[in-house]
């Protein structure tokens, strides 16, 4: 609820106009039975017929205004509401790019998104019932309860007898319901899980014919999910029945005592009616807070869900400057430009006895999924989660050199570009660039010194143009100069619209070889001082592979180059080559060095160079 409460106050102007102009609209309402109850009982009783069009004129008017009072209100708060809403989900997704590797794996992506599309509506029509329906019941309530006083104390106190046990059923049963609809939520979390890696992976479940498996997996979370909803429904319903009954009940006894009372002649007719009205005004405001605390209720949970990203630390970042401002770093210029303080043969990247396991960089229960959505789910940073992903890894690589990491699925690869950009430290050891620790850099400093591309990389549903520059401040001429390098040339030139071709989502209207030279032209254009190609030429032929390789290394001369590959082919050309096993580095050195030095390097190049004879 902290969520709610800061929002409303950020808007505390407008919000308090909406909930002033309610109010003012409730209290009108509130005077129709007793205008009514004056007619019957005083005016018609008269005989005179210019009495009662003044006063039946008065009550039209009345009932204009609460209407026209009603309808601003609810607009002033709808319009507040959507401006609260927008500004949450706002921050929530600049929280949610902006946290850490560990706290991205913690909360997990399905729970992000949840938490961005049905929690944030839940918060959204939490404010709007709080300047509407969280002003009208209790005035409702306490404002017929005080005329109904005031009018006949004797009939009022059926109604507050009645409201002791009413109030204590809503308390009751709203206490019981927030824990319940936290829980659907998390379910929600699996829903949306399994949804997305459909989504994402709709070609192998059709390639497996697996749509049954799936459509069965999706059911049992699916009616997981509204289980959990059903029973938290069932018992947020609970009160509306109850008072209703009580209300009855009441509404009976005030019918009988009121008509013995009228046939006594200790009260007329007119209050009777008027205090009938008052008595559904009542009823109505006890089911208007019966509403509140069901919406509150689901607020509640879904406010503290959002709330934990945003009270979540975003990634750390040095507080020391940009480059250009700390003395002696040497990066004026642009990454790529060639500061004369970097020259050829300066060191570019090291890694000093590093070791890492994602279970360290993850402490503490995750605080989104139950526990079979965490056996389940895998990260979307890195690939792989083991006791040690990386123990006791250290290398250079200099200026202009280049560096191929290769090994079996799961042995650290893709972790050691992860800890060099940043994205986890270290628990071991110290990663360098240009000679200082990335933990020293902005976030912003370090990254832009490097031009990615990442397995299972993004194509956005953009212009070919956009995907490539990506909101970079790069010419025309870095871009066509990418695309050549990226042996991308030929089949841009076939779109209809060239580098104007919007892409589908996910690059779906492309070849996996031609989303691969699009992202490395992406890499590329930017004129990167590291740059670093993940697996990203898995889709390409050899000769394409090596074509592009070789304009890489005649453009980009000054690019450090890290290829992380599954074939050979790919890295026996770099400076140096790191073999990785279970974590472990089993081999460095050049091609030839491994071949004579590391058995399961010359075991792969056999078995791989005899593949191709």
């Given amino acids: 609820m902290k969520l709610i409460l800061r929002s409303l106050k950020r808007y505390r102007a407008a919000v308090a106009a909406a909930i002033f102009i309610k109010l003012l609209g409730t209290m009108s309402e509130l005077l129709l039975p007793y205008i009514l109850e004056y007619i019957i009982d005083d005016v018609v009783p008269r005989g005179e017929l210019a009495p009662v069009f003044f006063w039946g004129s008065t009550m039209f008017l009345v009932a204009v205004l609460t209407r026209a009072l009603n309808v601003i209100a609810n607009r002033k708060a709808v319009g507040n509401a959507h401006r609260i809403s927008y500004g949450i989900r706002q921050a929530l997704f600049e929280k949610t790019i902006n946290l850490s590797g560990p706290d991205f794996d913690r909360f997990g992506l399905p729970s992000l998104i949840s938490r961005m599309t049905s929690d944030s509506y839940n918060v959204q029509s939490a404010v709007q019932q709080f300047q509407t329906l969280c002003v009208r019941a209790p005035i409702m309530l306490i404002g017929g309860l005080l005329v109904s006083l005031v009018m006949d104390t004797g009939l009022a106190m059926i109604l507050v007898v009645l409201l002791p046990f009413l109030i204590a059923v809503i308390l009751f049963v709203s206490s019981r319901g927030i824990p319940m609809y936290t829980a659907v939520q998390q379910k929600l979390d699996a829903i949306v899980r399994i949804m997305r890696e459909n989504i994402t992976g709709i070609r192998v479940v059709k390639a497996l014919s697996k749509e049954d498996y799936e459509i069965r997996r999706f059911g049992a979370a699916n009616r997981a999910m509204t289980q959990q909803d059903i029973a938290a429904a069932t ?4 009160p509306g029945p109850l008072m209703q009954l009580c209300l009855n009940v009441g509404l009976t006894f005030v019918v009988l005592i009121g008509a013995q009372r009228v046939n006594s002649g200790e009260i007329r007719p007119g209050v009777i009616l008027a205090f009938l009205t008052y008595f559904n005004m009542i009823a109505m405001g006890v089911m208007g807070l019966s509403r509140i605390f069901m919406t509150m209720s689901k607020a509640s949970a879904s406010a503290d869900r959002i709330d934990l990203v945003l009270q979540t630390p975003a990634e750390k970042d040095a507080d020391a400057g940009t480059d250009e401002e700390r003395p002696g770093s040497g990066a004026a210029q642009k990454p790529g430009s060639g500061s004369a303080k970097k020259r050829a043969g300066d060191e570019a990247v090291r890694f000093e006895h590093v070791s890492f396991s994602y279970d360290s960089a993850r402490p503490g229960e995750d605080l989104s999924e139950s526990e079979a959505e965490k056996d389940g789910r895998a990260s979307d940073f890195a690939g792989e989660k083991r006791e040690k992903a990386l123990e006791d890894i250290s290398f250079t690589i200099r ?100 580098l104007m071709h919007e892409m589908a989502i996910q690059g779906a209207d492309v070849s996996g070889g031609q ?89 792969t190049y056999e078995v791989q160079m005899g593949a191709l004879a």
């Fill in 235 to 238: 018992v947020m319903a609970i």
């Fill in 399 to 498: 200026r202009g050199e280049s560096l191929g990491i290769v090994g079996p699925t799961g042995c650290g690869k893709t972790t050691i570009i992860s800890l060099l950009m940043h994205f986890y430290d270290a628990e071991q050891g110290a990663v360098y660039v240009d000679g200082r620790r990335v933990d020293d850099y902005g976030k912003d400093d370090l990254r832009r010194r490097f031009g990615t591309v990442f397995q299972n990389d993004m194509i956005f549903q953009d212009t070919l143009q956009e995907n490539i520059a990506f909101g970079r401040e790069v010419t025309p001429e870095q871009v066509e100069m990418a695309i050549n390098c990226a042996m991308a040339r030929e089949f841009v030139e076939e779109l209809p619209e060239g």
């Fill in 515 to 603: 989303k691969q030279r699009i992202l490395v032209a992406r890499a590329l254009a930017a004129e990167p001082e590291i740059l670093i190609l993940d697996d990203s030429s898995s889709a390409l032929d050899y000769r394409t592979d090596a074509a592009m390789r070789r304009a890489i290394r005649e453009h980009y001369p000054e690019a450090t180059t890290i290829m992380v590959a599954q074939r050979i082919s790919s890295v026996m050309g770099m400076t140096r080559i790191l073999v990785l096993d279970n974590g472990r580095c089993i081999g460095y050195g050049t091609h030839e060095e491994l071949l004579k030095t590391c058995e399961m390097y010359r075991e």
